[in-house]
């Protein structure tokens, strides 16, 4: 099942607004290479220089010792849905739902194993690259200079890999190095955890994928040489057509169709979606661009092999982001790290009851990780728990950490206590790693966030 409607306010998305630039574009669908600057930040094989990882999990394991300094109560995985292993938990806050009825505790699931459970939970993430292939009027290769208009993202999948997204670095929030979303992780529950807890993805490369963009679908900035393709803009509901399966059962006519069929994503794998400077407009605009990534999940119907449970493949679109495009702070891995982040802590993008099942309606229960109505200090105003688009497009969203070789650009990320309840948090920190970024929580706004909560 493809993104639903509520994608928009819910998926998590990394997004740049536009200025008021006008959009000038030839017959070829060309614009300058220039076209994003100055766009304002808002924001959505095994590794082989990972060889040493499995040494690694086994020094995670034997380094770290001892317990948290408090104990809350977790609950185990969301039931009724086969998905990508989690825990639920809650936390206490005032606040109105969605529907502006009034709540106080507010559930939420989240990957990997509780806190207070201690140990390593390894999450098999499969790495999925994209190529972008533009296609002329008759569904031929594009051409522009005698160039063909062919974007190969696996160029950049050994950054992504040596990133902190997937490469152990050194943070606060652990006494051995580990992964960026792990040490989020760690900061977020740092009074409640058992030290030993750590979250580990462990990545796989998969066959590499094309998506065949139609004419009409897209725009596109050359390199300054005249080689495609600096960047390429594509209309978010052509993207979405080519990337999620419309019906069921899946065939292999889209990307997440064919990595389906092919084993290459599972409902217990966590499927990242790797595109080379590739982001999406909207409304048929390409002045409202633009989306860097999001995460989600594809809906399928249950089988008899898994008890005829609702199958939900976790998975995150991102763009590798090459400097320049959008300033000095938000390139690399700034969209990823945002979206991975926000999977750990919203896998199932408010869709789901504790129950695992309905939420939301009249007379229905809250939605995990449903929150309070935020209103950011990027001015985005939100009910969910998603703790990148909090910061996305602040000055200081991104924090540098150089790493094998490369400085990477890991986008800061909002905490649990920022949205409310209890401060479980390292340093009672409302944000991490850049602890400075948000000094105080969110003050519980109206739906819509007309006014404060009263």
Not at 169 to 193: G, I, K, L
């Amino acid at each position: 099942m493809s993104l639903s409607s509520r994608c928009a306010a819910l998926c998590g998305f990394v997004l740049i607004a536009a200025t008021t630039t006008a959009f000038a574009a030839g017959p070829s669908n060309q614009v300058d290479a220039s076209f994003l600057v100055g766009k304002h930040r808002w924001m959505d094989a095994h590794a082989p220089n990972l060889k040493s990882f499995g040494t690694h999990v086994r020094d995670l394991a034997s380094n770290v010792k001892g317990f948290g300094r408090d104990t809350q109560p977790f609950g185990p995985s969301v039931p009724n849905i086969d998905t990508l292993v989690n825990f639920q938990g809650s936390f206490d806050a005032p606040g109105v739902d969605s529907n502006g009825n009034p709540a106080s505790t507010w559930p939420y699931a989240m990957v990997g194993n509780a806190p207070t459970a201690g140990g390593i939970t390894l999450i098999d993430a499969r790495i999925i690259p994209v190529s972008i292939r533009m296609l002329d009027a008759n569904g031929k290769q594009a051409y522009a200079n005698g160039h063909r208009l062919y974007m190969d993202v696996t160029q950049y999948v050994g950054k992504v890999l040596r990133s902190p997204v997937f490469s152990p670095a050194w943070y606060s929030s652990s006494s051995v190095p580990t992964q960026y979303t792990d040490a989020v992780q760690r900061a977020e529950f740092w009074s409640v955890m058992r030290q030993d807890w750590h979250t580990i993805m462990v990545p796989r490369v998969e066959r590499p994928r094309v998506m065949s963009l139609p004419a009409g679908s897209y725009e596109y900035a050359l390199n300054k040489d005249g080689s495609c393709c600096a960047f390429v803009l594509v209309n978010e509901n052509a993207f979405l057509t080519q990337l999620f399966p419309p019906t069921y059962p899946v065939d292999d006519t889209t990307i997440i169709g064919s990595a389906e069929l092919a084993g290459d994503m599972t409902t217990k794998t966590l499927a990242t979606f790797l595109f080379p400077n590739t982001y999406l407009f909207e409304n048929n605009d390409p002045n409202q661009c633009c989306v860097l990534g999001f995460h989600e999940f594809d809906f399928e119907p249950g089988i008899p092999a898994n008890g005829n449970r609702p199958r939900a493949y976790t998975m995150a679109y991102a763009s590798w982001i090459s400097p320049g495009l959008f300033g000095p702070t938000f390139q690399d891995v700034t969209a990823l790290s945002h979206e991975l982040a926000e999977t750990f802590n919203d896998p199932l993008v408010t869709a789901f009851s504790a129950s695992g099942g309905a939420c939301g309606g009249a007379g229905q229960p809250l939605c995990l990780n449903e929150t309070p109505w935020w209103l950011s200090p990027n001015g985005n105003c939100q009910d969910n728990l998603e703790v990148g688009d909090v910061i996305e497009g602040l000055p200081d969203a991104s924090t540098a950490i150089r790493l094998n070789g490369y400085t990477f650009h890991p986008q800061n990320e909002a905490l649990l206590p920022w949205f409310g309840g209890k401060n479980t948090a390292l340093d009672g920190a409302f944000s991490y790693p850049d602890e400075s970024v948000l000094t105080a929580p969110n003050t519980s706004q109206q739906v819509g966030c007309v006014a404060p909560l009263q």
